[in-house]
């Protein structure tokens, strides 16, 4: 590994039964063609553990209180917290400096610079803290933004696509621990029992949960389950009953140990009468057939929306309807990595090229009917796309 590249060699779980792997490694080439590009001397970003670019960048895992990375010519430095220089020194591949350690991390960057360059223009992403911003121009720096990082992002490598297949494992898991439990819920009267009480939103959740544990990955606040009305509302995490006859939609969006998410949705019916949520299902799983035939490089983005959204419109589902109102009311999806919503997002125009992850998920829902949504993890390939992770789809739950 060169000091052009940023990775862990430590191992660790992967949210499957898989034997660990290491950490992806960061190729910084696309730095230094951003300097390059703009006759700037370095490259500076400040943040903490819950800046994905910072973590992209470094793949140092930790703390929540700012650290600095600064790139020149020669490499990149990690202006790390004292206490975490150990971590740090196991988790970047790099120079690792702990002096000064409590001053403000724009003014640690601003030192960096000053020992390794004679001064220039410093490219930041726009996310760089204000204050930090402001230490390097007090310092004689000028500070240009540019979204080097985030294009690199959009395409993964081999490696990362790897932690992605893992973690995307593990959310099959947690909806396989979903499934069972709705295919031995009983129906009585007005809701479902499963073990003797009553099935709720939250039961369900904890079950997928403690599956997601289980293999190594972490719900991140991210498990969704919605029934009935309450599918209707995107990010519902409360507590409802589930009743027979409506529909169970459940996204599981879990974070494996290197930072990598999946995301995972399907829906379910326990004892369905055949109305109104049969056709939504059947609408949703033949955009969702549309959205993977139509994903391939050079498609722009936007073209599979559109895609996806015109066979909701032919199954008479509005295409374009607004938050809470009955129809197709998001995007047909978003890019995953380190972010559980990055680049690219199926709402642009970038064209989809080899490497770039995205979520295919049409949905249509009624505030007073229920939710359907189904959600696959695809990424582009030469001639297509491949799912990472296969799961099947099914209208009612399959005993496991």
Not at 126 to 154: C, K, M
Not at 278 to 285: I, L
Not at 339 to 346: K, R
Request: glycine share 12%; charged share 25%; net charge negative.
């Amino acid at each position: 590994m060169t000091d052009r590249q940023s990775g862990s060699s430590t191992a660790g779980g992967d949210g499957s039964t898989d034997p660990a792997i290491p950490a992806p490694e960061t190729n910084l080439d696309v730095l230094d063609e951003a300097l390059s590009d703009a006759d700037a001397v370095a490259f500076v970003h400040v943040g903490d553990r819950f800046d994905d670019d910072l973590r992209y960048l470094t793949r140092f895992s930790g703390p929540d209180r700012e650290y600095a990375f600064v790139y020149t010519s020669e490499g990149g430095v990690l202006c790390a917290p004292s206490l975490f220089e150990a971590q740090a020194r196991r988790e970047f591949d790099g120079e690792v400096r702990t002096a000064n350690a409590g001053d403000p991390a724009g003014v640690r960057a601003r030192a960096v610079l000053d020992d390794l360059t004679d001064g220039g223009t410093i490219l930041a992403p726009q996310s760089i803290p204000h204050d930090a911003a402001v230490y390097l121009e007090r310092g004689g720096y000028d500070v240009a933004s540019t979204d080097a990082v985030a294009a690199a992002r959009a395409v993964k490598t081999d490696a990362e696509l790897d932690c992605l297949r893992r973690v995307q494992r593990a959310a099959a898991a947690g909806m396989r621990r979903a499934e069972a439990v709705l295919a031995d819920s009983t129906p009585e009267g007005e809701e479902l029992r499963w073990e003797g009480d009553t099935l709720t939103t939250e039961r369900l959740r904890r079950e997928v949960n403690a599956e997601l544990a289980a293999r190594g990955a972490t719900d991140a606040g991210n498990t969704v389950v919605g029934a009935g009305p309450t599918c209707a509302d995107l990010h519902y995490t409360g507590t409802a009953a589930i009743r027979p006859g409506e529909t169970v939609l459940l996204d599981i969006s879990p974070r494996g140990p290197h930072g990598y998410y999946g995301d995972l949705s399907r829906t379910y019916v326990v004892d369905s009468d055949g109305g109104w949520e049969r056709r939504a299902y059947v609408a949703v799983e033949s955009a969702l057939d549309v959205a993977l035939s139509t994903v391939e490089p050079g498609v722009p983005a936007r073209t599979v929306h559109a895609e996806t959204a015109a066979e909701l419109a032919a199954y008479g589902f509005d295409p374009d309807a607004a938050e809470g109102e009955a129809g197709f009311t998001h995007g047909a999806g978003h890019g995953v990595g380190l972010s559980l919503h990055e680049g690219p997002s199926l709402r642009e125009g970038t064209e989809l090229r080899p490497g770039h992850v995205v979520t295919l998920e049409p949905g249509v829902y009624d505030p007073e009917r229920g939710g359907v949504r189904l959600e696959e993890l695809v990424v582009v390939t030469d001639d297509g796309c491949e799912i990472l992770g296969e799961y099947p789809r099914s209208f009612a739950p399959r005993e496991e």
